[in-house]
DNA sequence: AATCGACGCGGAAACGATTTCATGATATGC
DNA sequence: GCATATCATGAAATCGTTTCCGCGTCGATT
């Protein structure tokens, strides 16, 4: 692998004077820039980041720890991340830490010893104590979708309490008294912040809050499905469930559907979170949709600013808006009165009579 | 940052020494051993792995090049690839090219410049030309979905002939006889490789190869909702279409409904690739599948083993089987006479009267 | 004419680990 | 009992850059 001194050595100058042409310094003489170009070119010289970042003790990487890379949700929040970073001339590592916090602490020691120069983090506990590595070294870093408590750091979020309230509030306007939310762990702030705005819809609604009727789990779509059958086996099954996240509301379909009841008829479902291909092709949940890509963006944006020096100095909450989108698994165009529209579908597996069918349906 | 000179002082021993116990070498006495570990535990001390690198020349790290994260099939390959690398001790760079030949070449500069040990790629051009940045430096590759010429290295493919065969003749089963292909750039191997299936089912079956019907794009969605336009606007419009993946099957989607016509009635689709949570929530397309998580880890395997340097001696070429899953998309239920099963849904924003509605439908 | 600052450049040290080689102590073989 | 192998450890060199500091030259200022 040809080095500095190489492309020196062609040019016939210091290794310094490489060094200066490569990083754009001011003081070099335009001649021996271009005698220095040339050669650079010549060799196809391609610098080491690894000694360059042992030298200046910068790596110009940066860490992106989210729970699952498979999520369409995370998938575009990195998208928006990585497309911000690479402006800047960042790399990115994407770690998974699948929720798991012993995966999330080895992925912090990784982007310690990585020397990362920023950590942008989904923590999978809202306990600052699993980010105590990061805390400890001074490392500048960004949580995304989830506040944590004990360390003030930069943070953005979605608004998960005014995205859930929007939600309820929508089931409630629907005429629906019983509603129930699936939600993920207690210990994630996102979590919890949906409990809250489904229990100020309530409240806000003068209606009574049943302790019975708030379940939580994981932001998985095997918890979701638990929970759901739980839910729906237990008696006075409620009218409507809200899902906390995209991954709940896939296991939370499936436990309605499995329990042979109709969407939105006999269960009107919501959910945090849409689906990307999912919605354009089969545009059915009722959704409050995070921008992720744009908290991606903003996430970097906003850790760049910091290592900079140039971020705000006193950490920032960034807290983006949500939009809800109203579809059919709600039940609202049923109910409403507004345009019921009917489309005769093929569903796979299931035999169907009618309009009796099981599913994800309407009737005409 | 405490460094292995701090910890060696702690420990009282020279830094060789705590080198020795951080990488498990065997020469080292155990009580020594027990005291380094415990000056590491105090200190809570992390390598870096900056300077690891530059003396040992290996960075433990590996980049990943694919054309979108965004897209489910990429993602699930990248998660493939991740999780293997993970267990192997890597750690994995992942860069979108968009597809765009000028962004992969700055990639791979950077994944030089990084020094990863291995580069795993889609490449975006099957030119090995492209790949010269790697192939100078004897940086080890392999690449992902598709193939290149004019370097044999290792790949790891579905097979795209097989699966475009495949749903090419479960076409052809179906009565048609004007099937039309929607496929990637003529410059990637897989876009080729598909037309390739679909010309030899068509020449199996005795019937003529239309070059009419042939068109080439790009693999996103605008690019196939384009050609499927002028397709469907040319006269005598084919009865049915294969979308050569999962982006240009969800633009013939939109072409197809937005000219009032029907799927599967009017014109009936299959594609390559399938959608994670699309298909869950909604089993409407007939697909072919690779299996991407293992064709993530088949490359990442021979790729690691390329470079403990227990890979075979010649080039792999691992191509894996793809699944064929027949839903509604192709009209098959319909027309076979086996279940048809219709299910009453809603539509958002489009007026539907009856069963003459516009869109993914099936006359019950 | 002496002084000064800016400019252009290079020598040497430094970054934090690993690798190589050397050393003394202890165990083994004959 | 002596040569030899093995073990445990450390000193010094090294990886490829950047940083720090210094030096000569040149034009401008006083």
Not at 172 to 192: M, Q
Not at 216 to 221: H, I, N, P, T, V
Request: include cysteine; proline fraction near 5%.
């Amino acid at each position: 692998m040809t080095t500095i001194i190489d492309v020196a050595r062609r040019a016939g100058v210091s290794p310094v004077t490489v060094s200066r042409v490569m990083n754009r310094a001011p003081n070099v003489n335009p001649e021996t820039r271009a005698k220095v170009e040339q050669a650079i070119a010549e060799l196809g010289y391609l610098p080491s980041t690894v000694a360059r970042s042992l030298r200046s003790k910068r790596t110009r990487s940066l860490a992106l720890l989210l729970p699952d890379i498979t999520n369409t949700f995370w998938t575009t929040v990195a998208r928006g991340v990585e497309d911000t970073a690479q402006t800047f001339g960042y790399a990115v590592f994407v770690c998974n830490t699948d929720e798991d916090c012993q995966k999330q602490q080895r992925y912090l020691e990784l982007a310690v010893s990585q020397r990362a120069d920023g950590v942008l983090i989904a923590p999978c506990h809202n306990d600052a104590a699993a980010l105590r590595v990061l805390r400890e070294r001074g490392v500048p870093t960004v949580t995304v979708d989830r506040r944590i408590e004990g360390w003030d750091v930069d943070a953005v979020l979605g608004d998960s309490t005014g995205g859930a309230r929007a939600l309820v509030q929508h089931l409630i306007a629907l005429g629906h008294r019983r509603i129930a939310v699936i939600s993920g762990p207690a210990t994630t702030s996102t979590a919890e912040d949906r409990v809250t705005g489904y229990r100020e819809a309530l409240v806000q609604a003068g209606m009574p809050v049943d302790d019975n009727l708030i379940r939580r789990g994981q932001f998985k779509a095997g918890a979701g499905e638990a929970l759901a059958r739980s839910l729906l086996a237990a008696g006075n099954c409620p009218s409507a469930i809200f899902a906390a996240n995209n991954a709940i509301a896939l296991g939370v379909i499936d436990a309605i559907l499995a329990g042979g009841r109709r969407i939105p008829q006999d269960v009107a479902l919501v959910a945090f979170d849409d689906f990307a291909d999912a919605s354009h092709l089969f545009p059915f949940l009722t959704v409050a949709v995070q921008p992720a890509y744009e908290m991606g963006c903003a996430a970097a944006r906003l850790l760049l600013e910091r290592l900079a020096g140039a971020g705000p100095v006193q950490p920032a909450h960034i807290v983006l808006p949500c939009r809800l989108i109203v579809r059919h698994s709600c039940g609202s165009r049923l109910r409403t009165g507004g345009e019921t529209l009917s489309l005769p579908l093929m569903v796979e597996g299931s035999k169907v009579e009618g309009s009796k069918v099981a599913g994800l349906n309407v009737d005409a």
